[in-house]
Structures are given as C-alpha cells and as structure tokens.
C-alpha cells in the first residue's frame, strides 16, 4: 500500500504542511544501493551516465506532488564538481527536462542537492533532489 501524503493546515504558521511520517522509515538498516542496483538489475541502459530514480519513500505523491533523485554517473560517490564538463552538461539538461515536465503539471519545482553519507544510510551518494508542488 502506497502512504499518502496529506497536508495538515497548520493554524500558526497559516500555511499547510507535508505530513510524511513514512519517511522516518526509509532504508533503516538497508546496506544496498538502490541506484547501484538500477545498473546491476538493468533499470538502465549501459550507455546510460545521467538517469532519474524516482525517489523511493517520497515526502509527496500524486497528485499532491512527485520526487526524483537525479544520478550525475554511473559511479555516483563522485561529486558534481568532479564531473567531466560534457558529464555536467548532461547533467543539466536532465534537470532542465525534468523541472519543463514537472513545472507543466505543478506550480512550484524545487531542485536541490544533497550529498554525503549522513542522508543515505549505506550508501554515499551524490544528487540532485527534485520535489516538485
Ligand atoms: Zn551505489
């Protein structure tokens, strides 16, 4: 079963809130990258550099909202300014695509970045966040 995402009004602030408790549980204990396995269980292609991996517990859902984490290599403990500068342009043109899809279909996009082994457990990666309202 999928969770939801609903949005709790909060009187105070006078705006509504993510309320996204599923999220506490995300890869508790899990050792496996999941973005390794995109490779290793041919989710993409082995031409593929640059690739979105819907996020796998994310804070918002349809039709509330999407999340999708944007892998700049196949050897993803690399940071963005390790990338080759064709590797950064493929990388741009991913978001760009990505936030033209989704700004067609929601009002506001918000790509942001996240790196270092405090986000993941197991795992260093280094992405792109994409959460999109
Ligand atoms: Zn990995």
Do not use: K
Request: aromatic share 10%.
């Amino acid at each position: 079963m999928q969770p939801t995402t609903p949005l709790v009004w909060n009187p105070i602030l006078r705006q509504y809130l993510v309320n996204a408790p599923h999220r506490m549980n995300r890869r508790e204990g899990v050792t496996a990258c999941p973005f390794c396995a995109d490779i290793t269980e041919g989710r993409v292609s082995p031409e593929t550099q640059v690739w979105l991996h819907p996020n796998d517990f994310p804070p918002l859902q349809p039709p509330v909202g999407e999340a999708y984490v944007v892998i700049y290599s196949r050897d993803h403990h690399r940071t963005f300014i390790q990338l080759t500068v064709d590797e950064v342009y493929a990388v741009t043109l991913l978001w760009r695509d990505l936030y033209r899809d989704l700004a067609s279909r929601y009002p506001t996009v918000m790509i942001f970045e996240n790196s270092g082994e405090s986000i993941f457990v197991g795992c260093v990666q280094n992405s792109t966040r994409a959460c999109i309202r």
